[in-house]
């Protein structure tokens, strides 16, 4: 086999060596990548016409292959151009030549061949869902155009793809375009091999395509469809009503964004008190009137994907979309819908996913009336069917470079590479906040699209199914099933029941850590600093602010966070300030420093809480009732944020810590005082000191924002030591980073600015998220590795 544009250079050797040979022969060449759905068989056809060449192009399972003949300089020619000019969306990994013993017959022409579906054996490229390009854009608001205002405008460039596809091969009869029979006009686009619709799967017009629909809730106003729907929603949205929109990958609930009673009534109907809404803007323009993205965020936000993006806002939107930060997760719109919408209303408006609290996104039309119905005021809805639910992507700009926060529509299920291939297919199931799936087979790892947090029924079933859906395209039935440690999880127990050979336990923070070795091919011994809420360790107590040496098959603890008791256990997650008081009252305590009891009584604790509630969680911690200890990073921000005064409640995980980050003035302030101490073998970083100035700094009342500042500093220091003294014991000079308290962009930036100046190198996940929605990428990492040992 041949790699991409090497390929072509030995094929134009090869074909020049046989230059003697007669002047027509016949080749079959099958090219591997990312090759369908992205305008790759018009593209061959349009390529083959152009150099006089006969046969037939057509889609396999997954990848593209062509029958043809012609003379060996045009074959040469062509297989040249085929890796060189293939179309903006396609990626070609391999093109693999052979003869044709019977060649097409001379003047016979060149054209596309129905797909074949006999070889199940080989995998497809599934292409993910590709934003309005610039060409139906222009269509969708040229009035002489037929596809004038038709929201479901698409081309071979753009469109949806797998929130369509039921099925690979991919063509219409497999997607949710299969009830769609195409009109004499499309049809004719479909079958012109000059025409930019030549082959688009999904192509229709408002004679033959899906239609809007609108169903108002408690009003008496008859339902209406096309034009006059999407009218019906845009009066409503600007009435300041709340409208769920069945988008591409599943509802969404859309309101004014500038309009702040809106915002409020949908953050009231969805039970989503606190957690920044996402906002989509016009175009550029717009978006630089509400936010100052860099120039790598404007990059991101126009890119095909079209991820939310964290950016800077500049304010001039109402505080209750971002309550109590300056980041804003913004987009542009990606469907011909979305434009509509926008330059109708000409307003940035509030687009979240359409649930309700933390459960999966409506898909469906009847379900989404069940469960939406308490929320929207109305629906604008369509008849095409959503294949598979995909959210919206998430990124995140930190160091320069874009990292994924939450990986679905845009991006999933764009394949990944395992560094070490795994010997048999396997699925890693990942944990439980965030949820993803993997699939792998050889050296391919398939990220399915974020799930949500893996806590109920319904989200549990969607995982299901979704993970049907995509074996069975993938073609992948895993014989090995790896899966995280805590038996809690849904996750855990499904990989318990699945029927797979193996089953292959897998510590939480070692597959952080081998998420981001995988990512960038790193096979060699690591320095792992995985700092996270929570994960189960191998000794049975929580782990989440750890030091690991780890390569892909395993791990030795090398260092830790100091302990500290969670009051009531989970119960501490949604309530930073339990966990301040576990640090108060219960953090590890080492022979010879008095610790933290002296503050056992910190003032503005008192006048917060009350008493009571400070009372029973003394007894609870003195008595080591209900209070498992924990290692964590992610739960020492917390105990900061609620020290500070910031918050002592979480509306959801992580809440706490951001408002800490939020909260840190630029420039450097020094340090909090810190201490790294031998403990039973392993580095422990003796949280007392620093947490000492801190309670210290807020008795004398001392600037949040400094204080805020001083501890990112100090976490920044400790973390450069913990990997100095591991470079010192083990020789080792690369570190990968891995957990969600690195999607604090003040502590990632620093830590790896810290450490790339100290001559480590330094790894952080781009593609695949630090935040748990990696884990199953790095368990199904380290079992494709151990595959190899075994
Ligand atoms: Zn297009
Ligand atoms: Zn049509």
């Not at 205002?149 to 949710?176: K, Q």
Request: proline share 6%.
């Amino acid at each position: 086999m041949l790699h991409g544009r090497r390929a072509a250079v030995m094929m134009r050797a090869a074909v020049r060596a046989a230059a003697a040979a007669p002047p027509r022969v016949g080749r079959l060449i099958a090219v591997r990548g990312a090759v369908q759905g992205v305008g790759f068989r018009p593209f061959v056809y349009r390529l083959a016409v152009e150099l006089g060449l006969e046969g037939t192009v057509r889609n396999t399972d997954g990848h593209v292959v062509i029958e043809t003949a012609g003379t060996e300089e045009a074959l040469d020619e062509f297989v040249h151009r085929i890796v060189e000019d293939a179309p903006p969306l396609s990626h070609v990994d391999s093109v693999v030549l052979s003869d044709l013993p019977v060649a097409p017959a001379a003047n016979s022409g060149f054209r596309v061949a129905p797909s074949d579906c006999v070889d199940r054996d080989s995998r497809g490229e599934l292409p993910p869902d590709i934003a309005t390009c610039a060409d139906c854009l222009r269509e969708l608001f040229d009035p002489a155009d037929r596809r004038y205002r038709y929201p479901f405008t698409n081309c071979t460039n753009c469109g949806p793809r797998a929130t369509i596809i039921r099925d690979l091969p991919y063509d219409r009869e497999r997607t949710v375009m299969q009830p769609f029979p195409l009109c004499d006009a499309c049809a004719y686009e479909y079958g012109d091999p000059t025409n930019r619709r030549f082959h688009a799967e999904p192509v229709a017009c408002a004679a033959c395509g899906p239609q809007l629909a609108w169903q108002p809730i408690g009003s008496a106003i008859k339902l209406a469809t096309g034009e006059a729907a999407l009218q019906a929603a845009v009066h409503a949205i600007a009435a300041g009503h709340i409208v769920a929109v069945k988008s591409l990958g599943g509802y969404q609930l859309i309101c004014d964004a500038t309009n702040a009673a809106a915002v409020s009534l949908l953050r009231e109907r969805k039970r989503r008190p606190t957690k920044p809404l996402a906002v989509m803007v016009a175009d550029q323009v717009a978006l630089h009137e509400i936010a100052e993205p860099s120039a790598t965020e404007d990059e991101l936000l126009i890119s095909d994907a079209r991820p939310i993006a964290l950016v800077q806002g500049i304010g001039v939107l109402p505080a209750v979309v971002n309550p109590g930060t300056n980041r804003i997760g913004v987009f542009l719109p990606y469907t011909p819908l979305h434009h509509l919408l926008l330059s109708e209303l000409a307003r940035p408006l509030v687009v979240t996913s359409g649930n309700r609290c933390d459960e999966p996104m409506a898909i469906d039309n009847d379900a989404g009336l069940v469960t939406l119905g308490g929320i929207a005021d109305g629906f604008l809805m369509n008849d095409r069917d959503i294949a598979v639910r995909y959210d919206d992507s998430v990124v995140q700009v930190t160091g320069d470079r874009p990292r994924m926060i939450r990986r679905a529509r845009g991006y999933a299920p764009t394949a990944l590479a395992l560094p070490v291939p795994t010997r048999r297919p396997l699925l890693g199931v990942g944990a439980e906040l965030k949820h993803t799936f993997t699939l792998a087979s050889e050296a391919r790892a398939v990220i399915g699209p974020h799930g949500g947090d893996l806590e109920d029924v319904d989200s549990f079933d969607s995982f299901e199914r979704t993970l049907a859906h995509l074996s069975r395209l993938e073609r992948i039935d895993p014989e090995i099933v790896a899966h995280d440690l805590h038996p809690g999880y849904l996750s855990t127990q499904f990989a318990q029941r699945y029927p797979a050979r193996d089953r292959m336990p897998i510590q939480h923070h070692h597959a952080h850590i081998a998420a981001c070795a995988a990512e960038f091919g790193v096979t060699e011994p690591v320095i792992g600093i995985a700092y996270d809420g929570l994960g189960l360790g191998d000794d049975g107590t929580l782990w989440g602010g750890e030091v690991l040496i780890a390569n892909l098959t395993g791990y030795r603890r090398f260092g830790r966070f100091s302990r500290a008791p969670m009051p009531g256990g989970r119960a501490a997650i949604k309530r930073p300030a339990r966990m301040a008081l576990g640090y108060l009252f219960g953090v590890e305590g080492f022979d010879d420093d008095p610790g933290l009891a002296a503050h056992g009584d910190f003032d503005p604790f008192r006048g917060r809480l009350g008493s009571g509630e400070i009372d029973t969680i003394r007894r609870l911690v003195g008595a080591r009732m209900g209070s498992p200890f924990a290692s964590s990073a992610g739960r020492l921000f917390d105990a900061v944020a609620s020290l500070l005064g910031l918050h002592d409640d979480a509306s959801y995980e992580g809440e706490a810590a951001v408002a800490l980050e939020n909260a840190a003035a630029d420039g450097d302030f020094g340090e909090f005082a810190w201490k790294l101490r031998r403990v039973d073998g392993l580095l422990v970083y003796d949280v007392r000191p620093t947490l000492d100035n801190v309670i210290r700094a807020v008795a004398e009342r001392a600037d949040v924002s400094v204080v805020s500042a001083r501890f990112h500093q100090t976490l920044i220091a400790v973390t450069e030591a913990l990997c100095q003294e591991a470079r010192r014991a083990t020789g080792l000079r690369t570190v990968c980073l891995g957990g969600g308290v690195f999607q604090n962009r003040r502590l990632a930036a620093g830590v790896i600015e810290a450490l790339v100046s100290s001559e480590f190198h330094v790894y952080a996940g781009e593609q695949v998220p630090t935040n748990d929605g990696g884990v199953s990428f790095g368990q199904s990492a380290i079992a494709a590795a151990r595959t190899r040992r075994d």
